[in-house]
């Protein structure tokens, strides 16, 4: 079965793939619009979302297939109680495909273990966002003409915007790419997308707070929304909300063909004056995940067949390691056994595998 689960469960040449579809589908949609006829999606949201549950559906009609689901955990079993694993199976026998968002990290990747059709994670808590990342891709190519030797600014909420996590997982792929960090101190890329992403992948970085500083060295600028839904303190999103906003003032020091990216939606990071620039792309991104979404179905539909190993079983172990994560779905789903991969066999260090917290073994704390 193959599920999309983390952006880099796919390779390059079928991310490459993905997009040639879609562009193909933007120009001719009529040769799509049977190819899902007698096939059903079902929409898996745990979380709110408009453009993600809304493209999918949007997705699956315009491929002439259906839509069943719910788009609110409290209208689902879980609701009773039920686990994300029985869930997952019991969808198995009313659907061919999944599209899952989920509050905690990992539960897509649960799902995927248990179901018999494929599953797609659209968006798992803090953690990663792979579709979201594919309309951030085409929107790249495409404005761009390539993906390598860029130079990408994130700016905002990089410790939870889990959106940030899986673009710069894809981008660690293409050659040449300089990543440019701008976040307050808080608001910091986390350890897993520092070591496990950019240092691993030998990743030229800088971490900065000051987007005016910054804002002329770059091609794309990605900004995001500070999430206030993953605040444990409100507080502290209040002092924080305001960090960024991007304003023609702004933009006056960017380059000419700088392109501005936002994941949407937006509450006030990017003034509505930025919306008439040119070189403001963020519903243009809309549209192009629409369009990934449409190749993702039918990629994944005709990739039934082909095997996806998420992990090497031998670089595993279980319930040696205590997940400690309260965003992390073992935290509420008792029923789970903990999973970690090794990932740095010289320092002895492992992830686990649902949202891919480090941790030592034990015996080396
Ligand atoms: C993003 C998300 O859900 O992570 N939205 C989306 O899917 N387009 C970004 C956000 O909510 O800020």
């Known amino acids: 079965m193959r599920s999309l689960i983390d952006i880099v469960d796919f390779s390059v040449e079928e991310l490459d793939e993905l997009m040639k579809t879609a562009c193909d589908i933007s120009e001719n949609p009529e040769k799509y619009s049977k190819k899902c006829v007698g096939k059903k999606l079902a929409t898996l949201f745990f979380e709110p979302s408009t453009r993600t549950r809304l493209s999918f559906e949007a997705a699956m009609y315009e491929l002439g297939g259906n839509v069943i689901g719910f788009s609110d955990a409290g209208n689902s079993s879980a609701s009773k109680g039920e686990s994300v694993a029985d869930t997952a199976k019991v969808i198995s026998c009313y659907a061919d495909i999944i599209a899952m968002r989920h509050p905690k990290a990992g539960a897509p990747y649960v799902a995927a273990e248990n179901a018999t059709i494929p599953v797609i994670n659209a968006g798992d808590g803090d953690h990663c966002h792979p579709t979201q990342t594919l309309a ?9 003409g390539r993906l390598s030797n860029l ?38 890329i986390p350890e897993f997308v520092k070591h496990d992403i950019l240092d691993k992948n030998q990743m030229t970085y800088i971490e900065k707070n000051c987007l005016e500083q910054e804002i002329p060295n770059l091609d794309i600028l990605y900004m995001t929304r500070v999430q206030r839904e993953r605040f444990d303190d409100l507080d502290e999103y209040e002092k924080l909300k305001n960090s960024y906003i991007l304003n023609t003032q702004k933009m006056s020091l960017a380059k000419p063909d700088m392109c501005v990216l936002h994941p949407l939606p937006r509450v006030n990071e990017i003034n509505v004056s930025v919306d008439n620039d040119p070189r403001a792309c963020y519903f243009k991104q809309v549209q192009n995940g629409k369009y990934m979404r449409m190749a993702l179905i039918l990629k994944l539909l005709e990739d039934e067949k082909r095997e996806i190993k998420h992990t090497h079983k031998n670089d595993v172990v279980i319930n040696e390691i205590y997940c400690t994560n309260p965003r992390c779905i073992t935290s509420c789903e008792q029923e789970l056994e903990h999973k970690y991969k090794l990932v740095d066999k010289q320092n002895g260090i492992y992830s686990c595998v649902y949202c891919e917290k480090t941790a030592k073994m034990k015996e080396e704390n």
């Open 151 to 188: 130079t990408v600014g994130f700016c905002g909420d990089l410790k939870y915007g889990r959106t940030v996590h899986s673009l710069i997982a894809a981008l660690s792929r293409y050659e040449g790419v300089r990543i440019v960090l701008i976040s307050p101190d808080e608001l910091k």
């Open 136 to 144: 951030d891709l085409l929107t790249i190519y495409r404005e761009k």
